[in-house]
């Protein structure tokens, strides 16, 4: 988040808006992947009357923005937007400072736009008054929270390191031994983008943003996959699925998937992609034949011990 600021009232205002704001938990919980963040509409009800009474308000400016289609694992097409969006923070004597924010959204409909202002504006918010949770004051503690190209990219399900708080010696051993294994097939300038938001693996230090991390270098992977597949010719000789052979392989991979560890299933499609992109009968037999030999070596595995 870049910072600018004009001499005036609005600096004093900022001051003493900050020292009204108390601390706003993490009082939310995502449902489908556990871990707990600070809703858009707490922090609104937070701050609306301390912003009022310190005579601050806001307006947003959208410098650029980025648009694409993706696909859900249910199949659902996403429309994904990437804002890059200027929050003037300004005073009654027009003096402003400004935070300059990036907020991303997906929606199926006509929402994706609105979702990554809303992303935008609360993070804004967030670290322009530095507001701290309830059970978390050391910034060390702090996570943040930040998400599929239309078919064939969709991101990976599972996530080998799961819950919220302070990641453990253990788990991040684990951590970096998988970003190690995979980040050879990310793109450089993917790569360094990562690095740019997240820092070094070895410098993350809870679930969530190793979570996050090991979830945006799989969409970076996937991303390069793809595009590569849609790019190389098929050779003459290859047999191309029929959509039905398609829908088969995909049913095969999927009961084949509950047998597999989240983590196993995440190297697995780093180095071969989403079964999603696979076109032809021979990648499709080469890729199911790779993933049964990872399933039935995880198998005898578990049944050793």
């Known amino acids: 988040m870049l910072l600018e600021q004009e ?27 556990g871990w707990m963040f600070r809703g858009i509409d707490t922090i609104y009800n937070e701050l609306h009357s301390i912003l009022s009474k310190n005579g601050i308000f806001m307006l947003p400016e959208v410098i650029s923005d980025e648009s694409e289609e993706r696909t859900t694992n249910s199949g659902t097409d996403l429309i994904y937007r990437k804002l890059r969006i200027k929050y003037h923070f300004v005073a009654e004597d027009g003096s402003e400072v400004i935070a300059t924010v990036q907020g991303e959204g997906m929606d199926s409909g006509d929402k994706a736009s609105n979702k990554a202002m809303a992303i935008g504006h609360k993070y804004a918010l967030l670290q322009a008054f530095l507001i701290p949770t309830e059970e978390q004051k050391d910034p060390d503690y702090e996570a943040y929270e930040p998400s599929k190209p239309k078919t064939p990219i969709r991101m990976p399900e599972p996530r080998p390191i799961a819950g919220i708080g302070k990641i453990t010696s ?49 969409d970076r992977i996937n991303r390069r996959f793809a ?79």
Request: proline fraction near 6%.
């Open 227 to 305: 595009k590569e597949k849609e790019e190389s010719p098929i050779p003459a000789d290859s047999e191309i699925m029929s959509d039905k052979e398609k829908a088969e392989f995909l049913t095969k991979i999927k009961n084949l998937k509950k047998n597999c560890p989240p983590e196993d299933w995440e190297l697995f499609i780093a180095n071969h992609g989403l079964p999603e992109i696979i076109k032809t009968k021979v990648e499709s037999k080469n890729f199911l034949q790779e993933l049964i030999t990872l399933v039935n070596n995880y198998l005898k595995q578990e049944r050793g011990n």
């Open 7 to 33: 001499q005036g009232k609005i600096y004093p205002a900022m001051v003493n808006a900050m020292r009204d704001i108390n601390a706003i938990a993490k009082g939310e919980k995502n449902q489908k992947q």
């Open 170 to 218: 253990q788990e991040k051993s684990e951590f970096i031994a998988i970003v190690e294994k995979i980040k050879i097939n990310c793109p450089p300038a993917d790569w360094n983008r990562l690095i740019e938001d997240f820092g070094e693996p070895e410098s993350i230090g809870t679930k969530e943003d190793a979570a996050m991390f090991l979830e945006r270098l799989s």
